[in-house]
Structures are given as structure tokens and as C-alpha cells.
């Protein structure tokens, strides 16, 4: 069973920056796309950020265009969330999300079958 391993998550102050990173455990994990979606208390996950292996294609939360950038090393089956100008908002439990198929939807929670244990990314005021 593959599994996600995620790290990079902390406290911050607003306007910082932080950079998770997200790797599946096993390198022959056939990756179509990979993401990363977030949970605060009290809300519904959302969608973040994604990324399709074949040509790095991207696709971003309109209320983080312009301040994140998922990047991937395909090499090492790694996703990467860079975060700059965070703001309280942000604050949030961050999920990794991974699919090993292919699909057109990028937004879903619904659309990809495998997910990392979360990280905590808490941004002070």
C-alpha cells in the first residue's frame, strides 16, 4: 500500500513563508497527479493546488493563486507546496492527495485515491 509522507507544516508569522513537501513511499507509484487540499475547524476540506505529472501542468485555489507554488521532482515521486504571504486564513490541517489514474477533475477531494496523515500550518496575526 502506498503511502504519503508529508512534512514541512509549523507556525508562522502573517506574511512568512513555509514549504511542505509531500513523497510517495514507494518509487514505482504510477503518478498521474498529485495535490494538496486543506481543512480548518470547522469547515469542509478544500482544494489548494495540484499538479499533473505527465507536464506539470498546474492548477491553483483562486484564493492562493499568486501566493503558492506546487512544484514536483519527479525523480523522487515528490510534491512540494511552496507558501509565501500567508495569512491567518491559511491556517489549516494541509493534505497531501494523490491518484494513480487518470482524471479530468483536478478540484475534488472525491478524485484522488490516496492521502497523506496531514500537517498542521498555523499563521499568527
Known amino acids: 500500500q502506498v503511502q504519503l509522507v508529508e512534512s514541512g507544516g509549523g507556525l508562522v508569522q502573517t506574511g512568512g513563508s513555509l514549504r511542505l513537501s509531500c513523497a510517495a513511499s514507494?518509487?514505482?507509484?504510477?503518478?498521474?497527479?498529485m495535490g494538496w487540499f486543506r481543512q480548518a475547524p470547522g469547515k469542509e476540506r478544500e482544494f489548494v493546488a495540484a499538479?499533473?505529472?505527465?507536464?506539470?501542468?498546474?492548477y491553483y485555489a483562486d484564493s492562493v493563486k499568486g501566493r503558492f507554488i506546487i512544484s514536483r521532482d519527479n525523480a523522487k515521486n515528490t510534491v512540494y507546496l511552496q507558501m509565501n504571504d500567508l495569512k491567518p486564513e491559511d491556517t489549516a490541517v494541509y493534505y497531501c492527495?494523490?491518484?494513480?489514474?487518470?482524471?479530468?477533475?483536478?478540484?475534488?477531494?472525491?478524485?484522488?485515491?490516496?492521502w497523506g496523515q496531514g500537517t498542521q500550518v498555523t499563521v499568527s496575526s
Open positions: 492527495a494523490a491518484r494513480n489514474f487518470y482524471d479530468s477533475s483536478y478540484y475534488s477531494d472525491q478524485h484522488y485515491n490516496y
Open positions: 514507494e518509487r514505482t507509484f504510477s503518478t498521474y497527479t
Open positions: 499538479i499533473r505529472w505527465s507536464d506539470g501542468n498546474t
